[in-house]
């Protein structure tokens, strides 16, 4: 498989990214054009894998939940998010444009006797077991996904851009990347700042987001099979599927709009156990935002959920400008 893999990435290569970069005078950035593809393939096997696989097992289980045609509109607007990020080049444009940022930072703090963080040398020689830091990295990006999330849950602004992602009342394997571009662009410069810091290689970067995307996908689907066996492994999706539960997983307890929130693991449960935020209920609730009613046009939602964050913005600044 990776035999073909390879194979098909060098025919596309030779075949039509270097023909095209060199009619448009582009060949100085012909080694970004070669993760840029790597990225677009591994985007079109995750919407094979979700449309073909991950879609099937949960359709039937869907019609049991009552699902109407509003929610099948709802839905598309998931898939047109699905491939316009699956498919994108946020965080590799960012990790690519950061790069030169810290090779020069490094360049000064190597000057001042300063080592910038990397895990080459903290742990000599684990670049050589590539299978052993690929584990590593994931591990530590996901934390980070960790700290990300819970406080995109703490601060009201940020809370609404990240709200059009928890809006979605049809929690389906396409949800995953319902989200506000502000929000992914956030995210992009932090995660591509961190993977930098530690010294990961933009093609391992662009890999181990893809795994996540895709293990993403599945948690957000409606399964009746809690996955019991794996929830201390992995965030199954009825442990993330309380996350998404309507005044339960992004509210106090009690405290009806008041932010907090449980469950906030990305890809392992354990930040959620280590910090007391994991809630291990597999009973059905119903997913959404009580309070917001979001639109079906994608433009409409960007715009809606906006002009929301901006609405929590002004409130902040003039209540501490009564102080």
């Given at each position: 498989m990776m035999n073909f893999y390879d194979d098909l990435h060098e025919w596309l290569m030779q075949q039509i990214v270097a023909p095209l970069f060199f009619d448009l005078d582009l060949m100085n950035y012909i080694e970004e054009s070669s993760l840029g593809l790597d990225w677009f393939m591994l985007g079109v096997i995750q919407l094979i894998i979700i449309a073909f696989i991950f879609r099937p097992l949960e359709?039937?289980?869907?019609?049991?939940?009552?699902?109407?045609?509003?929610?099948?509109?709802?839905?598309?607007?998931?898939?047109?998010?699905?491939?316009?990020?699956?498919?994108?080049?946020?965080?590799?444009?960012?990790?690519?444009?950061?790069?030169?940022?810290?090779?020069?930072?490094?360049?000064?703090?190597?000057?001042?006797?300063?080592?910038?963080?990397?895990?080459?040398?903290?742990?000599?020689?684990?670049?050589?077991?590539?299978?052993?830091?690929?584990?590593?990295y994931l591990i530590i990006l996901d934390f980070v996904d960790y700290l990300y999330h819970r406080l995109s849950h703490r601060f009201n602004w940020w809370w609404q851009l990240h709200a059009l992602h928890h809006s979605q009342r049809y929690l389906t394997t396409w949800s995953d990347n319902r989200n506000h571009l502000i929000d992914d662009l956030l995210k992009a410069v932090v995660f591509s700042s961190v993977a930098l810091m530690i010294g990961i290689e933009p093609s391992q970067f662009v890999l181990l987001l893809a795994l996540s995307h895709l293990i993403q996908s599945w948690q957000h689907g409606y399964f009746l099979s809690k996955f019991h066996f794996l929830k201390y492994l992995i965030v199954t999706p009825s442990f993330h599927?309380?996350?998404?539960?309507?005044?339960?997983?992004?509210?106090?307890p009690g405290k009806p709009g008041v932010l907090g929130g449980c469950n906030f693991g990305v890809l392992f449960p354990w930040w959620d156990l280590l910090f007391q935020t994991a809630v291990f209920d597999s009973s059905y609730h119903p997913t959404g935002v009580d309070s917001i009613e979001p639109a079906n046009n994608l433009l409409k939602q960007q715009l809606q959920f906006f002009q929301r964050s901006l609405h929590e913005i002004k409130k902040s600044l003039s209540q501490k400008g009564t102080l």
């Open positions: 359709t039937k289980e869907l019609k049991q939940s009552g699902m109407d045609g509003r929610g099948e509109i709802a839905i598309r607007s998931d898939i047109i998010y699905s491939f316009f990020h699956r498919l994108g080049l946020f965080r590799l444009f960012f990790f690519l444009t950061l790069e030169p940022i810290f090779i020069g930072f490094g360049s000064l703090l190597h000057d001042l006797r300063f080592q910038r963080l990397n895990l080459e040398n903290l742990i000599p020689g684990i670049s050589s077991l590539p299978l052993l830091s690929f584990l590593i599927r309380y996350h998404h539960a309507m005044r339960l997983g992004y509210e106090l």
